[in-house]
């Protein structure tokens, strides 16, 4: 039985355009850190991105990921831990609202996310945690979801394992106390959401447009639409 919904957010049910967007965050975070402290924006990119690559590689059950990437970020930057994150906050609350004035919600996410609310499934943003809450709320508004109910939003400061390690869908699962095999992951990523969420032994959808390939792991596949039907049809 069909118990929760874990939606990937980027890419899923907002059209963000990982790629291009993920360009013009980092050269937004590294002209802010440019501003206001003599760190080149080159430098910057490569810590934040190192940081959240042995962040993601290592085994840190007890400690959070924001706990992690500020121990590894600091070690690299020889920054004070406790000056990181006021700035990093001033750049989400100032800088960052600004980077997706011009993005869309996909076409049917909210249908979705409110069928499975019909249903009585609990449902998840299952973003990969990579980023504060609050950078995730603001992409929720860009969403149009920002106004409805979530039973859980991962982000930075809640998960203790990202994408695309099978133990972050079971780490959710336990935070629901959902088996995993009545969980569901919508998702656009081939490897991050289908693949790995298969490992973790949840049921996947893929959701692909214009006639893209489905992963051969998923269990179903089509644009966001057909999931909302298949929901609606049991």
């Known amino acids: ?10 890419d899923t049910l907002l059209q ?5 967007f993920m360009v013009r965050y980092f050269r937004a975070v590294g002209d802010y850190f440019e501003e206001t402290s003599e760190v080149g924006s080159e430098t910057l990119q490569g810590w934040i ?3 959240c690559e042995r962040m993601v590689r290592q085994d840190h059950p007890t400690e959070s990921n924001a706990d992690v990437f500020t121990r590894e970020f600091c070690a690299l930057s020889g920054l004070d831990p406790d000056g990181l994150w006021p700035s990093f906050t001033r750049f989400y609350e100032e800088i960052y609202p600004g980077l997706g004035s011009h993005l869309e919600p996909m076409p049917g996410a909210r249908e979705a996310v409110l069928e ?5 499934c609990k449902v998840v943003i299952a973003t990969n945690p990579l980023f504060p809450l609050g950078a995730i709320q603001t992409r929720l508004l860009w969403a149009g979801l920002n106004d409805l109910p979530f039973d859980l939003v991962t982000g930075l400061e809640n998960m203790h394992y990202a994408k695309p390690r099978p133990a972050y869908y ?3 699962a336990r935070m629901l106390a959902v088996p995993a095999e009545e969980c569901v992951v919508v998702g656009n990523d081939p490897v991050q959401d289908i693949a790995a969420a298969r490992q ?5 959808f ?6 893209g390939e489905p992963a051969p792991e998923a269990h179903a596949a089509g644009e966001l639409g057909e999931f909302t039907r298949a929901l609606r049809d049991g």
Request: charged share 20%; glycine share 8%.
């Open 206 to 211: 893929h959701v692909v447009r214009d006639g």
């Open 116 to 120: 499975a609310r019909t249903q009585g």
């Open 49 to 51: 991105i190192t940081a």
């Open 200 to 204: 973790a032994g949840m049921w996947t």
């Open 1 to 10: 039985m069909l118990q929760a919904v874990l939606f990937d957010l980027d």
């Open 170 to 172: 079971a780490e959710i």
């Open 16 to 20: 963000t355009e990982t790629d291009a």
